[in-house]
């Protein structure tokens, strides 16, 4: 009996020796199926091949890379992430992780991120050129123009086959940067040396738009318009500081012009100055003629994925030839480029406000108003979308003009058939007044609704475009007499410089 017990026991202790090691062959043989199918292109049975020897060995670094270049192989990118970042975190001294995780974020579309990668696999392998590249690429998509041509340059150094592709990113820098002498020469070479169809075409086209000027970047920009409304309901005031109507309908004709000059432009930073004018003409109520003119002075500084502004913008309002208001902004402002599609806008603006008339001396102050903007641009440059929402406090030398309240606002623009592009855009603004109104003896409560649309194309020229507008205003008050109705009919034309 003893000796049956004891053959029993040493069959057992056998079995668990061995049991790793035939477990160890079984990972190592559905591993090595996985390497032969990614090899010879069969992804999907790859796939299946990882995920089955991840059953037997989770936290497997090699396993977790290559299960995550398959998925780059299938174009599922966001499961690649998972499983590079676990072969990231287990060993990222694996060969050629470092490069698969930064091509995966370029990818991804996290062209910032990228870059630092792929700067960063350079550091350790200053040879691997299509690391340059890549690098390159992803600066130009976050336009660090200049930082971009230097990497690109360098890959068209090291590898022939890079060249033509290298050099055409390199063209497209230069352009973009008003270097209209050295893209043209870049995109000539690609031309004259490219062996596919789809970049020799490319190329040509950009050949034709740089040499007919099209639209290289230029210091300046100039922009007019010319337009004639019917409003049903004339404002007493300027646009956008409108408290009090008319209830009379006329037709008025709008003229603006702005202008802006960068004084100092670089791939990272720009310093700049701009002026605009605008100006109506009431056909009948002419008292009601109003005017507005700007300076502005404003910074950008670039450090993908973020832009930091800011602006200095004083304004002068005019009635009828009469100084009304003086507003004077300070505005910083934060963007980040979440992804090639989606971006976020932060902004803050304080305004000191200055009435020039005496009659309106109790309403001199200043505002306070913090916005976060989202945009989402659509494929195949459709368009975007666009969404906010903000908080608006106002203070006044009197305080019955003491205010807060939100802000809102959604819309966007689409490309329509015939080249037709539609803008829509609503809006909501609720004020709550801090004191009771002096006349009515009761707290002051607004809701302010807005919606304006326009159908725009070019007209004859590239930079001349005919819109047709339409903007309705409706204001809700807890106080009869502070509500208001407005629709605005127009058509027009405006040129850009």
Excluded at 59 to 68: A, D, E, K, Q, R
Excluded at 326 to 353: A, D, G, M
Excluded at 366 to 375: K, M, P, Y
Excluded at 460 to 484: G, H, P, R
């Amino acid at each position: 009996m003893n000796r049956i017990w004891f053959g029993s026991l040493a069959v057992l202790f056998l079995i668990a020796a061995i049991h790793p090691a035939l477990a160890q062959d079984s990972f190592h043989a559905v591993y090595d199926t996985g390497i032969f199918a990614f090899e010879d292109g069969d992804f999907p049975a790859a796939e299946a091949a990882f995920k089955r020897a991840l059953e037997s060995d989770p936290g497997n670094p090699s396993t977790n890379h290559f299960l995550g270049k398959t998925y780059i192989k299938m174009n599922h990118f966001k499961k690649a992430q998972t499983f590079i970042e676990a072969a990231w975190q287990a060993d990222p001294d694996l060969p050629e992780l470092a490069f698969d995780r930064a091509f995966l974020y370029y990818r991804l579309g996290d062209y910032a991120k990228a870059a630092g990668f792929f700067q960063e696999v350079l550091a350790e392998n200053p040879d691997r050129v299509v690391a340059y590249f890549y690098c390159g690429v992803c600066f130009y998509r976050n336009r660090q123009y200049g930082e971009a041509d230097s990497y690109l340059v360098r890959a068209a150094e090291m590898s022939p086959d890079l060249k033509l592709k290298a050099f055409y990113y390199s063209g497209l820098c230069h352009y973009y940067r008003g270097q209209a002498a050295q893209a043209l020469e870049r995109m000539t070479y690609v031309k004259n040396h490219g062996d596919a169809k789809e970049i020799q075409d490319n190329a040509t086209q950009w050949i034709e738009k740089i040499q007919a000027g099209g639209k290289a970047k230029k210091p300046y920009e100039i922009a007019l318009q010319l337009a004639f409304e019917y409003d049903e309901n004339v404002p007493l005031e300027p646009e956008d500081q409108d408290e009090l109507y008319s209830d009379e309908d006329d037709v008025l004709m709008l003229v603006s012009a702005s202008g802006v000059y960068n004084i100092v432009e670089q791939d990272t930073h720009k310093v700049g100055l701009g002026l605009s004018r605008y100006q109506t003409w009431h056909m009948a109520l002419t008292e009601y003629n109003n005017s507005e003119t700007a300076f502005r002075l404003y910074g950008q500084y670039l450090k993908a994925p973020f832009t930091y502004g800011l602006e200095l913008v004083p304004s002068i309002y005019q009635i009828d030839g009469d100084d009304y208001l003086l507003t004077t902004e300070l505005k910083p402002e934060i963007s980040y480029t979440v992804n090639p599609q989606v971006s976020l806008w932060l902004s803050y603006t304080f305004s000191n406000n200055d009435y020039r008339q005496s009659d309106y001396d109790d309403r001199d102050g200043s505002s306070h108003t913090l916005f976060l903007n989202t945009v989402y641009k659509l494929d195949n440059d459709k368009g975007f979308l666009l969404g906010g929402l903000g908080y608006e406090a106002n203070s006044a030398s009197d305080s019955v003009y003491d205010y807060g309240g939100i802000l809102v606002r959604a819309g966007g623009t689409f490309q329509l058939p015939y080249e037709l592009r539609l803008g829509v855009l609503g809006t909501y603004a609720g004020k709550i007044y801090a004191d009771d109104d002096p006349i009515a003896d009761e707290q002051r409560e607004d809701r302010r609704y807005g919606l304006s649309v326009s159908v725009s194309r070019s007209f004859l020229y590239d930079w001349l475009e005919i819109a047709a507008t339409f903007s309705y205003t409706q204001n809700d008050s807890s106080i009869n007499a502070y509500e208001y109705a407005r629709q605005i009919v127009g058509i027009g034309l405006s040129a850009r410089f």
